[in-house]
């Protein structure tokens, strides 16, 4: 009960004015511009996320946060991102969306626990595990990094899986496909070896892989 009162009073502090503002002013003009499309794997996809989770997608350009955030629209995103970005000129906005930094070529614990501890107070934490930008405009996804695994067990948050497809052209609309949520402890429980999470890593590619056919 302590943690969800905590979470619902940061849902409303003012240091996500800025945050707000921009996604606000920035609806219309999205939605004028790319003209987005949902379509979902099924009804059960479709209800809207409460509580903590985790938000996976594709990544196939710098856009792709932008349009993660139309895809799951009425969520704030606080999206996983590398600390160099924290120490560029840039810096004020990634602070002012509520990412959160880490250390990509050394990723330890205290990292884990930024994460983790986001999702377990009830935020929606969103990321691309595939762990960079995948420049083909293919679509086609590369292995996604077994650590996503290991933040959603922590946390005990679901993986919500986004696959976004790739626009070749400006005008064209976006699609999104958006997946049910994923269990991870459905697979092999709480306490998976790491060959295990690994294996639960490629069934969420693999469902990323069907959302795919959908868009």
Known sequence: MKREKKAKAKLFSPKYLIYDFVKATAALPGLLIFRPKWIYESEKAK???????????????????????????????????GKEFFESRARFWFKSFLCIPIDRANFNISSLRAITDAMKSGYLVSMFPEGHV?????????????????????????V??????????????????????????SFYGERPTFAQIGEIARAVREKEEYLKSLV
């Open 47 to 81: 209800e809207r996320i409460r509580g903590g989770a985790l938000a996976v997608s594709n990544h196939y350009g710098f856009f792709d946060p932008l349009y993660l955030m139309i895809a799951i629209w009425y969520r704030r995103h606080r999206f996983v991102c």
């Open 134 to 158: 995948n420049g083909e405009r293919t679509g086609d996804l590369e292995d996604f990094k077994p650590g996503l695994v290991l933040m959603a067990l922590q946390a005990k948050a679901p």
């Open 160 to 185: 919500i899986p986004v696959y976004i497809k790739p626009r070749k052209r400006f005008y064209e609309r976006i699609r999104f496909a958006v997946g049910e949520p994923i269990d991870v402890t």
